[in-house]
């Protein structure tokens, strides 16, 4: 019977994997057996994401590429290919936020949190579709939001992104579901990362709402985010395809 969720020979993409929810992936994914690559700008601590997960005797590589750039995203899948002969798993989590009030938005804020959450996916995914091809199947696994399902006042842009990310994801599970490619979204609850750091210094009284709506009582960590990655990775997931599942310690389903 087939190992579910082992992933041994298997290589697995992450961006923004070099911290926060990324790094709770790619650790999930790397005790699991998988090769990782980490993609993310900033080199230093890309490498550092590496070495963590090397010392844990996994085989690794950082990437640094920007995902709004089609020819680094490109570039990302051919480097994958040449140095681990595959690609089988792309988790698409890399993201940012500009938290302001739609009457306050610019226009090239908006394009800049549309791109990087939402147009980045398009890109890595349809870059990775060719390679998955090729592997004879592939996962692909978006990261939405809360924001997927709810609105907010402070990001107007983050929110139309994270809702995207559902449809879209919807979209590539019926168009590759022939190329046996399963495609689906978590949609973290609140985590505690550096992007949320920012956010709780931002916005009045986030940290004790958080607290006070989640039946889990604390917000979420990193470490999290590994076992539904491996679960959305491996052929546990083979019959999964098009859903967007929470990871919210309850938060969306409070009433
Ligand atoms: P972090 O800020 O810790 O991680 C964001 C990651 O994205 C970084 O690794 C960053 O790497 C990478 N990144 C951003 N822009 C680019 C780019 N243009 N090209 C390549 N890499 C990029 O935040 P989180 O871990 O919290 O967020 C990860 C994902 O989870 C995001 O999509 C976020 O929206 C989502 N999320 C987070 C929640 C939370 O509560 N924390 C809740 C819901 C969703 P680098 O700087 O090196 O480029």
Not at 103 to 126: G, K, P, R
Request: net charge neutral; charged share 15%; hydrophobic share 45%.
């Amino acid at each position: 019977m087939t190992k579910l969720f082992d992933l041994t020979g298997r290589v697995a993409i992450v961006t923004g994997g070099n911290g926060g929810i990324g790094l709770g992936m790619a650790r999930g994914l790397a005790a699991a057996g998988a090769s990782i690559v980490v993609v993310g700008r900033n080199t230093a601590k890309s490498e550092a994401a590496v070495a963590e997960l090397m010392q844990a005797r996994c085989k690794a590589i950082s990437l640094t590429a920007d995902v709004t750039d089609p020819v680094a995203v490109e570039a990302i899948m051919a480097r994958t290919e040449s140095k681990f002969g595959r690609v089988d798993i792309l988790v698409n989590n890399a993201g940012m936020s500009i938290r302001k009030p739609p009457h306050e938005l610019a226009l090239d804020e908006w394009n800049m949190v549309l791109t990087t959450n939402l147009t980045s996916a398009f890109l890595c995914s349809q870059a990775a579709h060719a390679a998955m091809k090729r592997a004879g199947g592939g996962k692909i696994i978006n990261i939405g939001s809360m924001m997927s399902i709810f609105g907010t006042s402070f990001a107007p842009a983050y929110a139309a992104s994270k809702g995207g990310i559902v449809q879209f994801t919807r979209s590539c599970a019926v168009a590759w579901a022939p190329d046996n490619i399963q495609c689906n979204a978590i949609l973290p609850g609140w985590i505690d990362t550096e992007l949320t750091q920012t956010a709780r210094r931002q916005v009045d009284g986030l940290h004790d709402k958080v607290l006070a709506r989640t039946p889990a009582a604390r917000w979420g960590a990193a470490e999290d985010f590994a076992g539904i990655a491996v679960f959305l990775g491996s052929a546990a997931s083979d019959f999964v395809t098009g859903t967007a599942i929470p990871v919210d310690g309850g938060f969306s389903v409070q009433g």
